[in-house]
């Protein structure tokens, strides 16, 4: 057998079938809707471009997978800067923001990482802020549009309309 079939079967072996529907609960939706893997959300996404192992796709892909323990072990769960970029192209309207903040709020209480490790991200989030906040002004300026509409983004639809 292949390492990577071995690796495959131990991880659906430990798979958490439940594990979106937790999340889902806690956030208060009925589902995290099927992803259709279109990529958008990685796209349009400003931590993306700087860390390259960011991927909200593939984060939605181990949460639906089962990946529990992968996923709440994984520093890069702390790298969404909660912009709701990726919300805004969404097909499905999945908020990965939300599930960003919960997934962070089970790691701690779950002792994934502790008060040290949040100590020495405050300077890669006030970073990542920034570049978020700058990517987005841009991206208005632009005129990107999305499959949700931004406050700012309706103004703009209004005026030109
Ligand atoms: S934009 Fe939505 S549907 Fe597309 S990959 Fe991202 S989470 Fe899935
Ligand atoms: S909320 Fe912003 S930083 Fe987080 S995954 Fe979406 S686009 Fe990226």
Redesign the pocket.
Known sequence: MRNHDIMEKVLLQKADSKFKDEIAQKIGIEEIKPCYTCGS?TG?????KVIEDFD?RRIIHMIVLGMRDEVLSSDLIWF???????YFVCPQGIR??RI?AELQKMALSEKYVDENFLKRLEPVNSYLQDL?RLTMFKKVNEGFRGTHTMPCWRKDTVKNG
């Open positions: 959300c349009v996404c400003p931590v993306r909200p969404c800067c909660l912009c709701n970029s990726c990965f923001s960003a978020c």
